[in-house]
């Protein structure tokens, strides 16, 4: 048992290569009916059928797939400052529009000019045209695996922030918490399985600050400048697989351990993704299960023959070794004499090759030499008449410069004064319309040549028709509301009139009097109405009339009568003139302040024209005097030119009378050392022939022996070899199908499952398949 404990990590790390190698081919699986939304809980026994497991990389019935990454920008210790998330749409079908769910705030298209509703469904669609959407937003929502970064001095804990520019030996840490999991069943019994996210963490390291890097599961590279380190782990899946950590441990966590100096940190990245898992098929794993216990045993009979028969050769071997050692001496003393003959031979040989190449080189060279000579002749005579032309024209050139110079210099002296008469017209043109805009009766800022377009713009659409006319209107309600509340007093003393009447005919059918008021007052002056009944009736009238009700009454009632006044002079013609009359005036003042500024847009670009033009002048005046000034070094060197090239001239010709008779010379030379070459090759060839064939002899010998001992060495090797892969290899697997195995085949298709589920951190519809990975990038440490 203590093998199987030593060795099941060489198990265990085949099956986790060939679920990685599985996802990298285009392997898939996932869950029939998944949910998508990675937050639901299912209920599915893998044990029971293969049919839950499907051997897709994606559902080709559908015709969307939503690609994510999730970038988290985390503090130096791993907690999250800022989720972005961006999304990639594949609309293979070409689809005019389609329907997503996303719960990102701050949704944009980052790739196109797409534009989509929120229906009543509350469902993104989007009016695609049959074209991909890239799309990015914020996250919200607690990620599915959390990132914790800590960090340690010498042994003790530190902050990110104090550990910037000390020394000594650190050890960063990076822990992940994995939180999205599924129940599922497993062989009937319901099981926590979490989504199989592999983390991967990678840095680069500065030498100078990092040495004696060294990782936990992990790789380091060093380029001799800086230090690559990348590190992976795989959270909850020793809880998924029920694996005794004592048997085998899986990486939670990347450790680096490293002496610094001055510490600094730049940023680190880590990516979280769980398709590997996702993309395995486990349908064909179930058929080789049964076969395999069966192999194993011919395996280990297969050992067992191999250890023998490896012991047999070892000892046939060692007999033929001890009697091999006698043939070398011999062939040795021969081989000595050979070899002298045959090194002075090619010494000899390679001393007349090397005259003969060197005759030959040099016949080549003074040939070259020869040509080049000509050649130089013909050039210096070239060069000699250019240098004169060279002269003359700069001497043209400085006269016509000059004439230019001095042009541009009258007309750049012009340019203040044609710069600042412009600006003059401008501001008159701007003080005339300052007058025009006061004299029409509108408020505005003076202008200027900088302001003048946001101010007359401002004013035009101040004077848009409804503006006006909604100006006009208020300013006729407040005169007409003025006037009617003046006579709010005769109003009052009317409705106040109309509400005794009504009081008065009220008493007088309490006291049995049926008539009008009118009636009662002809009544009264007729003397037909007794004092007392006048006194009681006239009381009654009074104490009803002061009551806080009919004053109420008499104060609304006079309110209504102000406002219906109002309404009605509003609705007269004489009104509604006045306000057409202001809409109209307003509109031509809006054209001709149109027209304002449409002519001084016009000046405005003459204006920049005239500014642009005197400084290209200024800048054309400055260039012609550098010009100017560089033509004359130019003419001193043009001069030095044609006074050399006439001394250059009168040596190429002596050069070219040399060069000939040494040609002569180097074709004799090269004739005489060909012939001794040809000689001394055949003296060489012979002494060659001879040295190899005693070589092969000595070689021959010597390989005997040589062959010998590695067969004996390779024999043993072979026989410890063999015991060592019997009971590391063999014994090993073979303790390892003893236990459980279609209990762990079970396990990794449920994680598989799992992991088939989770295709999206922020949302996704049923109509599309779906991926997800995860970025985080922390800050760096800086001194």
Not at 396 to 408: D, E, F, K
Not at 592 to 612: C, I, P, R
Not at 742 to 751: I, N, P
Request: aromatic fraction near 6%.
């Amino acid at each position: 048992m203590s093998n199987l404990k030593k060795y099941m990590p060489k198990v265990l790390s085949g099956v986790l290569s060939l679920t990685i190698l599985c996802s990298t081919i285009g392997a898939a699986s996932y869950s029939a009916g998944a949910k998508s939304t990675g937050a639901e809980t299912t209920n599915t026994n893998i044990s029971d059928t293969s049919s839950n497991v499907k051997s897709v990389s994606e559902d080709k019935t559908k015709k969307l797939s939503k690609n994510e990454t999730v970038y988290v920008i985390a503090n130096a210790d791993g907690s999250a400052k800022k989720v972005i998330v961006s999304d990639w749409i594949k609309n293979t079908a070409k689809a005019k529009s389609f329907e997503d769910i996303s719960n990102l705030d701050n949704i944009e298209n980052v790739k196109g000019d797409e534009t989509y509703t929120v229906n009543e469904n509350n469902m993104y669609e989007w009016n695609a045209d049959g074209n991909d959407i890239y799309y990015q937003g914020t996250g919200k929502s607690e990620l599915p695996v959390g990132l914790s970064v800590s960090y340690t001095l010498d042994g003790k804990k530190i902050s990110a922030d104090k550990l910037a520019g000390q020394s000594g030996k650190v050890k960063i840490r990076f822990d992940y918490t994995n939180r999205q999991s599924e129940k599922i069943k497993i062989d009937g019994k319901e099981e926590e399985i979490y989504v199989p996210f592999v983390m991967l963490t990678g840095m680069m390291l500065d030498n100078d600050v990092f040495r004696n890097v060294e990782v936990s599961n992990g790789k380091v590279i060093n380029d001799g400048s800086h230090t690559y380190v990348a590190g992976f782990a795989l959270p909850k899946m020793q809880s998924n697989l029920n694996i005794d950590s004592k048997d085998f441990e899986i990486p939670e966590y990347v450790e680096i351990t490293a002496d610094v100096k001055n510490f600094e940190l730049s940023t680190t990245l880590t990516l979280a993704a769980n398709d590997m898992f996702s993309d395995v098929d486990f349908s064909k794993v179930d058929d080789k299960i049964d076969s395999l216990s069966d192999s194993l045993d011919e395996l280990t009979d297969a050992a067992n023959q191999l250890i023998d028969g490896s012991s047999q050769l070892y000892d046939g071997l060692k007999t033929l070794l001890d009697k091999s050692g006698e043939l070398i001496e011999g062939v040795e003393q021969l081989y000595d004499g050979a070899e002298k003959i045959s090194s002075g031979a090619q010494e000899l040989d390679n001393g007349a090759g090397a005259l003969a190449s060197g005759a030959k080189d040099l016949d080549n060279g003074v040939g070259t030499l020869k040509d080049g000579a000509n050649l130089l002749d013909s050039g210096v005579s070239s060069l000699n008449d250019g240098a004169a032309s060279l002269d003359s024209g700069i001497s043209q050139l400085q006269g016509y410069v000059a004439t230019l110079s001095s042009g541009l210099n009258t007309i750049s002296d012009n340019s203040e004064s044609l710069n600042s008469g412009a600006k003059q017209v401008f501001d008159t043109l701007l003080a005339t319309a300052d007058t025009q805009i006061a004299a029409a009766g509108l408020q505005a800022d003076k202008l200027t040549i900088s302001n003048y377009a946001q101010v007359l713009d401002k004013l035009i659409g101040s004077l848009s028709e409804e503006s006006v006319k909604t100006l006009a209107y208020n300013t006729a309600l407040e005169t007409v509301t003025a006037a009617v509340n003046s006579q709010k007093d005769v109003i009052r003393e009317a409705v106040e009139s109309a509400v005794r009447k009504q009081v008065t005919e009220g008493v007088l059918a309490s006291a049995g009097y049926s008539m009008t008021a009118e009636q009662y007052d002809s009544a009264v002056a007729s003397g037909q109405i007794p004092d007392e009944v006048q006194v009681q009736i006239n009381t009654a009238v009074s104490t009803q009339m002061s009551s806080s009700s009919i004053q109420s009454t008499i104060d609304s009632n006079t309110q209504s009568q102000i406002q219906s006044l109002v309404d009605t002079n509003m609705q007269s013609d004489e009104v509604q003139s006045q306000i057409s009359f202001a809409v109209e005036k307003a509109s031509a003042g809006k054209q001709s302040l149109s027209a304002l500024k449409e002519q001084l847009d016009s000046y405005n670009k003459f204006y920049q024209g005239v500014l642009t033009y005197t400084d290209g002048v200024d800048k054309a005046n400055a260039g012609a005097q550098q010009i100017l000034s560089g033509t004359y070094a130019l003419k001193d060197g043009s001069g030095a030119l044609k006074d050399g090239a006439g001394q250059l001239k009168s040596g190429s010709v002596t050069l070219k009378d040399g060069t000939k008779t040494l040609k002569d010379g180097s074709g004799s030379l090269k004739s005489g050392a060909q012939s001794l070459k040809n000689g001394t090759s055949e003296l060489n060839s012979g002494a060659k022939t001879l040295a190899q064939g005693v070589a092969s002899l000595k070689e021959g010998s010597s390989a005997l022996v040589s062959g010998v001992k590695q067969l004996k060495n390779g024999s043993m090797s072979l026989n410890d070899g063999l015991k060592k892969f019997k009971q590391e290899g063999v014994d090993v697997l073979v303790d390892a199908v003893d236990g459980d195995v279609k209990g762990l085949v079970s396990r990794l298709k449920a994680v598989s499952e799992v992991s088939s589920h989770y295709k999206t951190y922020s949302g996704i519809s049923d109509s599309m398949n779906g991926k997800v990975d995860f970025i985080y990038k922390t800050d760096s440490i800086e001194k």
